[in-house]
T-cell receptor
Protein backbone atom coordinates (compact mmCIF):
# COMPACT_ATOMS: atom_id res chain seq x y z
CA UNK A 1 0.00 0.00 0.00
CA UNK A 2 0.89 3.66 -0.07
CA UNK A 3 3.21 5.01 2.62
CA UNK A 4 2.55 8.48 3.99
CA UNK A 5 5.02 9.71 6.58
CA UNK A 6 4.36 12.71 8.77
CA UNK A 7 6.81 14.77 10.75
CA UNK A 8 7.25 15.65 13.41
CA UNK A 9 5.61 12.75 15.21
CA UNK A 10 4.72 15.01 18.14
CA UNK A 11 5.01 18.65 19.11
CA UNK A 12 4.77 20.50 22.39
CA UNK A 13 4.35 24.23 21.94
CA UNK A 14 3.38 27.29 23.90
CA UNK A 15 0.03 28.92 23.26
CA UNK A 16 0.43 31.65 20.64
CA UNK A 17 3.24 29.94 18.75
CA UNK A 18 3.02 28.95 15.11
CA UNK A 19 3.14 25.29 14.10
CA UNK A 20 4.43 23.60 10.95
CA UNK A 21 4.10 19.96 10.00
CA UNK A 22 4.54 18.02 6.81
CA UNK A 23 3.57 14.84 5.06
CA UNK A 24 5.59 12.97 2.45
CA UNK A 25 4.60 10.11 0.24
CA UNK A 26 6.37 7.50 -1.81
CA UNK A 27 3.77 8.04 -4.54
CA UNK A 28 2.14 10.95 -6.31
CA UNK A 29 -1.27 12.11 -5.19
CA UNK A 30 -3.67 14.33 -7.13
CA UNK A 31 -5.42 15.43 -3.95
CA UNK A 32 -4.17 15.99 -0.43
CA UNK A 33 -6.41 16.10 2.63
CA UNK A 34 -5.69 17.27 6.16
CA UNK A 35 -7.71 16.06 9.15
CA UNK A 36 -7.77 16.73 12.89
CA UNK A 37 -8.68 14.06 15.41
CA UNK A 38 -9.71 15.07 18.91
CA UNK A 39 -9.22 12.49 21.69
CA UNK A 40 -11.86 9.77 21.54
CA UNK A 41 -13.36 11.09 18.30
CA UNK A 42 -13.17 10.34 14.60
CA UNK A 43 -11.15 12.57 12.26
CA UNK A 44 -12.67 15.77 10.89
CA UNK A 45 -11.61 17.22 7.55
CA UNK A 46 -9.80 20.57 7.83
CA UNK A 47 -8.56 21.33 4.34
CA UNK A 48 -8.63 19.72 0.90
CA UNK A 49 -5.99 20.52 -1.75
CA UNK A 50 -6.55 19.73 -5.42
CA UNK A 51 -3.67 21.18 -7.41
CA UNK A 52 0.14 21.07 -7.17
CA UNK A 53 1.40 24.32 -5.65
CA UNK A 54 -2.02 25.22 -4.26
CA UNK A 55 -2.11 27.16 -0.99
CA UNK A 56 -5.41 27.02 0.90
CA UNK A 57 -6.43 28.55 4.22
CA UNK A 58 -9.12 27.73 6.75
CA UNK A 59 -9.02 30.34 9.50
CA UNK A 60 -5.63 30.06 11.22
CA UNK A 61 -4.77 26.94 9.23
CA UNK A 62 -2.91 27.05 5.93
CA UNK A 63 -2.03 24.01 3.86
CA UNK A 64 0.07 23.65 0.74
CA UNK A 65 0.13 21.02 -1.98
CA UNK A 66 3.78 20.33 -2.79
CA UNK A 67 4.87 20.89 -6.37
CA UNK A 68 6.28 17.35 -6.63
CA UNK A 69 2.80 16.07 -5.65
CA UNK A 70 4.55 13.79 -3.18
CA UNK A 71 4.27 16.10 -0.19
CA UNK A 72 2.03 18.53 1.61
CA UNK A 73 2.41 20.98 4.49
CA UNK A 74 0.14 22.30 7.22
CA UNK A 75 0.72 25.44 9.22
CA UNK A 76 -1.23 26.64 12.23
CA UNK A 77 -0.73 30.25 13.27
CA UNK A 78 -1.13 31.64 16.79
CA UNK A 79 -1.98 28.28 18.36
CA UNK A 80 -4.68 28.05 21.02
CA UNK A 81 -5.46 25.26 23.53
CA UNK A 82 -8.27 23.81 21.38
CA UNK A 83 -5.73 23.08 18.63
CA UNK A 84 -4.67 20.07 20.71
CA UNK A 85 -5.15 16.80 18.87
CA UNK A 86 -3.66 14.59 16.20
CA UNK A 87 -3.32 15.93 12.67
CA UNK A 88 -3.40 13.50 9.78
CA UNK A 89 -2.69 13.91 6.13
CA UNK A 90 -4.41 11.64 3.64
CA UNK A 91 -4.23 10.96 -0.04
CA UNK A 92 -7.11 9.48 -1.97
CA UNK A 93 -6.44 7.07 -4.81
CA UNK A 94 -9.49 5.91 -6.69
CA UNK A 95 -12.06 5.03 -4.05
CA UNK A 96 -9.49 4.45 -1.32
CA UNK A 97 -7.92 6.83 1.20
CA UNK A 98 -4.40 6.44 2.58
CA UNK A 99 -3.65 8.14 5.88
CA UNK A 100 -0.39 9.40 7.29
CA UNK A 101 1.05 8.38 10.63
CA UNK A 102 -0.13 11.56 12.35
CA UNK A 103 1.38 14.51 14.21
CA UNK A 104 0.30 14.85 17.83
CA UNK A 105 0.05 18.47 18.95
CA UNK A 106 0.06 19.62 22.56
CA UNK A 107 -0.47 23.30 23.31
CA UNK A 108 0.74 24.53 26.67
CA UNK A 109 -1.30 27.48 27.98
CA UNK B 1 -29.40 14.01 11.12
CA UNK B 2 -27.57 11.67 13.47
CA UNK B 3 -24.68 11.44 10.99
CA UNK B 4 -22.63 8.24 11.31
CA UNK B 5 -23.40 6.09 14.33
CA UNK B 6 -21.38 3.11 15.52
CA UNK B 7 -22.22 0.46 18.07
CA UNK B 8 -20.94 -0.73 20.42
CA UNK B 9 -18.58 1.95 21.76
CA UNK B 10 -16.44 -0.56 23.62
CA UNK B 11 -16.11 -4.33 23.53
CA UNK B 12 -13.82 -6.96 24.98
CA UNK B 13 -13.63 -10.28 23.14
CA UNK B 14 -11.90 -13.53 23.89
CA UNK B 15 -9.66 -15.08 21.26
CA UNK B 16 -11.75 -17.02 18.77
CA UNK B 17 -15.02 -15.24 19.50
CA UNK B 18 -16.93 -13.47 16.77
CA UNK B 19 -18.78 -10.17 16.68
CA UNK B 20 -20.31 -7.60 14.37
CA UNK B 21 -19.51 -3.91 14.55
CA UNK B 22 -22.47 -1.87 13.42
CA UNK B 23 -22.30 1.30 11.33
CA UNK B 24 -25.30 3.32 10.21
CA UNK B 25 -25.56 6.64 8.39
CA UNK B 26 -28.70 8.67 7.74
CA UNK B 27 -27.32 11.00 5.06
CA UNK B 28 -28.05 8.76 2.07
CA UNK B 29 -24.33 8.52 1.33
CA UNK B 30 -23.31 5.98 -1.27
CA UNK B 31 -19.73 5.48 -0.09
CA UNK B 32 -18.95 3.88 3.25
CA UNK B 33 -15.64 2.82 4.75
CA UNK B 34 -14.25 0.82 7.64
CA UNK B 35 -10.88 1.76 9.10
CA UNK B 36 -8.82 0.52 12.00
CA UNK B 37 -6.51 2.73 14.01
CA UNK B 38 -3.78 1.14 16.08
CA UNK B 39 -2.18 3.16 18.92
CA UNK B 40 -0.02 5.98 17.62
CA UNK B 41 -0.80 5.15 14.02
CA UNK B 42 -2.89 6.47 11.20
CA UNK B 43 -6.03 4.86 9.85
CA UNK B 44 -5.81 1.76 7.70
CA UNK B 45 -8.63 0.92 5.32
CA UNK B 46 -10.21 -2.50 5.91
CA UNK B 47 -13.15 -2.56 3.49
CA UNK B 48 -15.23 -0.07 1.61
CA UNK B 49 -18.49 0.06 -0.32
CA UNK B 50 -19.58 2.34 -3.14
CA UNK B 51 -23.23 1.42 -2.85
CA UNK B 52 -25.70 -1.20 -1.67
CA UNK B 53 -24.62 -4.65 -2.78
CA UNK B 54 -21.05 -3.57 -3.66
CA UNK B 55 -18.06 -4.07 -1.37
CA UNK B 56 -14.32 -4.16 -1.92
CA UNK B 57 -11.16 -4.86 0.05
CA UNK B 58 -8.89 -2.16 1.38
CA UNK B 59 -5.33 -2.40 2.68
CA UNK B 60 -5.94 -4.75 5.63
CA UNK B 61 -9.00 -6.95 4.96
CA UNK B 62 -7.74 -10.26 6.40
CA UNK B 63 -9.84 -11.51 9.31
CA UNK B 64 -12.83 -9.31 8.46
CA UNK B 65 -15.97 -9.48 6.36
CA UNK B 66 -18.54 -6.89 5.37
CA UNK B 67 -21.92 -6.67 3.72
CA UNK B 68 -23.95 -3.78 2.36
CA UNK B 69 -27.57 -4.78 1.93
CA UNK B 70 -28.92 -1.23 2.40
CA UNK B 71 -27.58 2.27 1.75
CA UNK B 72 -27.71 3.07 5.47
CA UNK B 73 -25.91 0.10 7.03
CA UNK B 74 -22.41 -1.25 6.63
CA UNK B 75 -21.63 -3.87 9.31
CA UNK B 76 -18.13 -5.24 9.85
CA UNK B 77 -17.83 -8.87 10.94
CA UNK B 78 -14.95 -10.44 12.86
CA UNK B 79 -15.26 -14.23 12.66
CA UNK B 80 -12.37 -15.51 14.79
CA UNK B 81 -11.05 -12.69 16.93
CA UNK B 82 -7.30 -12.49 17.39
CA UNK B 83 -5.19 -10.21 19.63
CA UNK B 84 -3.87 -8.49 16.48
CA UNK B 85 -7.39 -7.16 15.92
CA UNK B 86 -7.25 -5.09 19.10
CA UNK B 87 -7.76 -1.59 17.74
CA UNK B 88 -10.16 1.31 17.41
CA UNK B 89 -12.50 0.90 14.46
CA UNK B 90 -13.95 3.86 12.60
CA UNK B 91 -16.70 3.91 10.06
CA UNK B 92 -16.95 6.79 7.58
CA UNK B 93 -19.28 7.85 4.81
CA UNK B 94 -19.44 10.37 2.01
CA UNK B 95 -21.80 10.93 -0.93
CA UNK B 96 -19.22 10.01 -3.60
CA UNK B 97 -15.46 9.46 -3.59
CA UNK B 98 -14.75 13.11 -4.52
CA UNK B 99 -17.05 14.90 -2.04
CA UNK B 100 -14.40 15.19 0.66
CA UNK B 101 -16.04 18.16 2.35
CA UNK B 102 -19.10 16.00 3.06
CA UNK B 103 -17.19 13.14 4.62
CA UNK B 104 -18.16 12.14 8.16
CA UNK B 105 -16.61 9.69 10.59
CA UNK B 106 -18.37 7.84 13.37
CA UNK B 107 -17.17 8.07 16.97
CA UNK B 108 -15.38 4.73 16.83
CA UNK B 109 -15.58 1.30 18.47
CA UNK B 110 -12.74 0.38 20.81
CA UNK B 111 -12.15 -3.37 20.62
CA UNK B 112 -9.86 -5.41 22.85
CA UNK B 113 -9.17 -9.08 22.15
CA UNK B 114 -7.72 -11.05 25.05
Amino acid sequence: GQQLNQSPQSMFIQEGEDVSMNCTSSSIFNTWLWYKQDPGEGPVLLIALYKAGELTSNGRLTAQFGITRKDSFLNISASIPSDVGIYFCAGPTGNQFYFGTGTSLTVIP
Amino acid sequence: NAGVTQTPKFRILKIGQSMTLQCTQDMNHNYMYWYRQDPGMGLKLIYYSVGAGITDKGEVPNGYNVSRSTTEDFPLRLELAAPSQTSVYFCASLPTALTYNEQFFGPGTRLTVL
